[in-house]
């Protein structure tokens, strides 16, 4: 029966519900190591349950399956866990939570104190007549279930009497007849279990846990103060009641666990029961005893019940309760049912279920440990990871069971080098930072110069007489002057009002086939075009471009040498050149010339000093 349950959309992967399971049936093999149950070793002692931060473990339900047997046309009886009187310190009087349960719907309440009784007559006959062989007595269905499965070499050692729930399912079918469903109410979680294993008038149709209760009589809005006092259907149990205390049944059975004579050791709580069930596989002969095992300390503490703690006082509500219970008891009505149910057949076969796993070889756990920063030598154990030793957590390493990050001093080792490299990390990242930050100052402080030039060239540009424009490798304008914008006439003009020096505008658009081209010959061969004369729209420009950056950026300059400042200029910039050719070619024939070049100077000499007189 799958009893344990994980919502992995609420698993913080803490991996504790895996370190407080005793026999390891919830492993992290699941999708990204998240927690799984192997429902075949699962031993349904409830230990994941309250360990989980999340609440992402919880156990199967039968409040579903309970309410539609209410609705049935069955008749239905609740068989009440004695441990109910320590359950409910909120209820004044125990007859009411009585009545409070037949107001869900149950047609019969009894309390399983009287299966105690007959379960512990069984128990007086078998250990009170000892023929030679030690037994774990069967009561508790977690520890049944962990011998079955880890131990089936001591199942023939657990004593062949079934538990007080499925006695009191016999009883109240004798009583009220074997088509009865049958509902059991109390603190046990592998009753859950127990209850599919039987057949017939022993069988157990529904369990609810007190919490389950607690949630019926607050959906059905039952509380104390609305329903009157109602006591338990007969037959009516006697020490019974004392069962959610460990020595209860050794009590109920008038067993002698005195510690002198005493044939009869009760045993209780998560470690002790598998420390004694290990004890008594090795060496039950030694011991000479037989042992009343419970799993949880007392049912008063089942993983059933709404609280755990408070045992003490738990212990004392029972006792209190048995002792009120005891005051107007009829012994003698209970001495003939005794002997009526007694005819029921309370025995039962155990039967062996094991699921241990192959266990690693020596070698194989030994590499284990050393990667674990264990020394296979050194005994000592913290056993912080749920396992009893280091050795037992590196043999279910190996097994597959376990994880390495289970292990506390593993983990912290872990972590601490992490945060070391983490350390490490950062130190080196603080002073690549610092590098960065001296970086992003020079590259401010260039940019800063950058933009100083930029602005310096874009004025510059802005007042030079010449039209004058700059692109990209795309023909696209960055940046054009107005006497650029002048030169191309009035439609220029306007764009250059909605986007200022017709930035993103392309060239090929603006010029002609015969400009724009020499613009590309220098975006191509990276090579500067001088004073070439062109003709535009009636004009003759003299055009200049220059590689600004190779194969991506150029600047052209046009000057109209129609405009007679320019005409004169370029005429006065002409007649310098012709003098500084006719200089070289004076310099070769000075000696045979002579005076004829110095008058050849005086008269370009002359022309220049006509034309500038002109444009003064």
């Given at each position: 029966m799958k009893i344990i349950q994980i919502d992995h959309d609420r698993c913080n992967r803490s991996y504790a519900c895996i370190r407080a399971c005793p026999v390891k049936s919830i492993t992290a093999s699941g999708k990204n190591g998240m927690p799984e149950v192997n429902h075949a070793r699962c031993i349904g002692c409830g230990s994941c349950l309250t360990v989980c931060a999340t609440s992402a473990v919880s156990h199967f339900s039968d409040m579903e399956n309970t309410i539609a047997l209410l609705e049935s046309k069955h008749k239905v009886a609740a068989i009440v866990d004695p441990t109910i009187s320590g359950e409910f310190p909120d209820i004044t009087d125990y007859r009411k939570f009585v009545e409070m349960i037949r107001t869900l719907g149950f047609d019969f309440v009894n309390e399983v104190s009287f299966g105690v009784d007959l379960v512990?007559?069984?128990?007086?006959?078998l250990l009170s007549n000892f023929k030679g062989k030690y037994y774990l007595m069967s009561n508790c269905p977690s520890m049944v279930s962990y011998v079955e499965k880890f131990f089936p070499e001591l199942t023939e050692n657990l004593s062949p009497i079934i538990t007080p729930m499925t006695a009191s399912a016999k009883v109240v079918r004798k009583a009220f007849g074997k088509e009865l469903k049958v509902v059991f109410i109390g603190p046990c979680l592998s009753a859950k279990h127990e209850a599919k294993l039987h057949k017939g008038t022993g069988r157990v149709d529904a369990v609810l846990t007190f919490k389950e209760l607690r949630s019926l009589f607050t959906r059905f809005k039952i509380k104390e103060a609305k329903v009157e006092y109602s006591d338990f259907d007969k037959p009516i149990g006697y020490l019974g009641s004392l069962f959610p205390i460990s020595k209860g049944i050794v009590y109920a059975a008038k067993l002698d666990d005195s510690l002198f004579d005493g044939k009869v050791i009760t045993v209780e709580g998560k470690n002790?029961?598998?420390d004694l069930v290990e004890e008594f596989n090795k060496q039950a002969e030694f011991l000479k005893k037989h042992f009343n095992v419970f799993y949880h300390g007392g049912c008063i503490v089942g993983p059933g019940t709404t609280d755990q703690s408070n045992k003490f006082l738990r212990r004392t509500m029972v006792v209190d309760y048995v002792h009120k219970r005891l005051k107007d008891f009829d012994q003698e009505q209970w001495e003939k049912d005794m002997k009526e149910y007694l005819e029921l057949n309370l025995a039962r076969t155990l039967v062996k279920d094991d699921q241990r796993l192959p266990q690693p070889g020596n070698e194989?756990?030994?590499e284990i440990l050393k990667s674990l920063g264990k020394k296979p030598e050194h005994s000592a154990s913290c056993t912080a990871c749920g396992f009893r030793s280091c050795h037992d957590f590196a043999a279910s390493i190996a097994q597959g069971l376990s994880r390495p990050e289970m292990c506390l001093n593993y983990s912290i080792k872990n972590k601490q080098d992490y945060i070391k490299t983490l350390k490490n990390n950062n130190e080196k990242l603080k002073k690549q930072q610092e590098g960065l930050l001296e970086k992003e100052k020079s590259l401010l402080e260039e940019n800063q110069k950058l933009k100083q030039q930029s602005d310096t060239t874009s004025a510059l540009l802005k007042n030079l007489p010449s039209a004058a424009v700059i692109v990209d490798d795309k023909l696209k304008v960055i940046e054009s002057n107005d006497s650029f914008i002048k030169?191309?006439?009035?439609?220029a003009v306007m764009i250059n009002e909605v986007i200022p020096g017709l930035a993103g505008a392309d060239l090929?658009?603006?010029?002609?086939?015969?400009?724009?081209?020499?613009?590309?010959y220098v975006l191509e061969n990276d090579k500067n075009i001088v004073g070439k004369d062109v003709e535009y729209d009636d004009r003759l420009l003299n055009v200049s471009i220059y590689s600004l950056k190779p194969n991506k950026i150029v600047g052209g300059v046009f000057r109209d040498m129609y405009v007679a400042e320019v005409r004169q200029e370029e005429i006065i910039n002409r007649v310098n050149e012709v003098i500084d050719e006719n200089l070289k070619m004076v310099q070769q024939i000075a000696f045979s010339l002579g005076e004829g070049a110095s008058t050849t100077e005086k008269m370009l000499n002359s022309i220049i000093e006509?034309?500038?007189r002109k444009k003064k």
């Open positions: 512990a007559k069984k128990y007086n006959d002790n029961m598998l194989q756990v030994e030169v191309l006439g009035e439609d090929k658009t603006l010029l002609p086939y015969n400009l724009y081209n020499l613009f590309t006509t034309y500038q």
